[in-house]
């Protein structure tokens, strides 16, 4: 199974509500990452959990809260969002790199779409 | 510190012409280079990477990419565009250091024209 799945596909919500954009993989990565792409632009990466511990928080809000329950699911806690926020969300995947070949390409999910009102 | 830069947001060709993507990239170590595509709605797919070894890269659809290292280049080709190959591209350079952080250039869109 070489798939990232995302749930939901799409996500309205206002700025007061609380929601969650969920991903999981079940490739034995111990790398996830959470990426916000916005139309026409790159991916922005956000956050890396790296043997479910956070390595990398790209100064991001406190708005934006990230989860990794176990080595296969990363959550992403919503609240309290801004009309700015909408974009795509992208959840990726990689083997981590120990210094060897360089294995750490990774493998995305196909999105959430969020649209804060 | 590592950045990649994309010539051209836009590139168009026709069918069964030769695609051409450029990247350039900067990076202080030798780095591990990667193309991703994007058809639209979708998440990023890897067409393939270069960590070490041979400097010519076969990757999925047809696509290779050389590593020129004098030229701290990684272009993209395929010698026949077809219509299936309209997305967004974006070369990505890493480090390749434990779980970390990849720089993605700022994407090309081909036009594939029939």
């Known amino acids: 199974d070489t798939e990232v799945t995302q749930t939901p596909k799409h996500l309205v919500m206002g700025m007061t509500n609380k929601k969650s954009l969920k991903c999981e993989q079940h490739m034995g990565h111990r790398a996830m990452y959470w990426y916000k792409q916005k139309a026409k632009k790159p991916p922005e990466l956000m956050f890396v959990y790296s043997y479910e511990k956070l390595s990398i928080n790209e100064s991001v809000p406190s708005r934006f809260s990230p989860e990794c329950p176990n080595s296969s699911l990363l959550n992403l806690h919503l609240h309290a969002l801004q009309p700015e926020d909408s974009a795509l969300y992208l959840c990726a995947s990689s083997q981590v790199d120990l210094g060897l070949a360089g294995h750490n390409e990774q493998f995305f999910g196909p999105g959430t779409r969020l649209t804060v009102l | 510190a590592q950045s990649v830069t994309q010539l051209g947001s836009h590139v168009s060709v026709s069918e069964g012409a030769l695609v051409l993507l450029r990247c350039n990239y900067s990076?202080?170590?030798?780095?591990?280079l990667f193309w991703y595509v994007q058809y639209p709605n979708q998440g990023l797919q890897l067409l393939l990477k270069y960590t070490t070894g041979a400097t010519l890269v076969k990757g999925i659809n047809g696509f290779e990419a050389e590593f020129k290292k004098s030229e701290t280049s990684f272009h993209l080709t395929k010698p026949s565009a077809h219509m299936s190959d309209a997305a967004e591209y974006f070369c990505?350079?890493?480090?390749?250091?434990?779980?970390?952080?990849?720089?993605f250039g700022d994407g090309t869109t081909l036009t594939v024209k029939p």
């Open positions: 990076s202080s170590v030798p780095p591990y």
């Open positions: 990505a350079v890493s480090r390749g250091t434990n779980a970390g952080k990849s720089t």
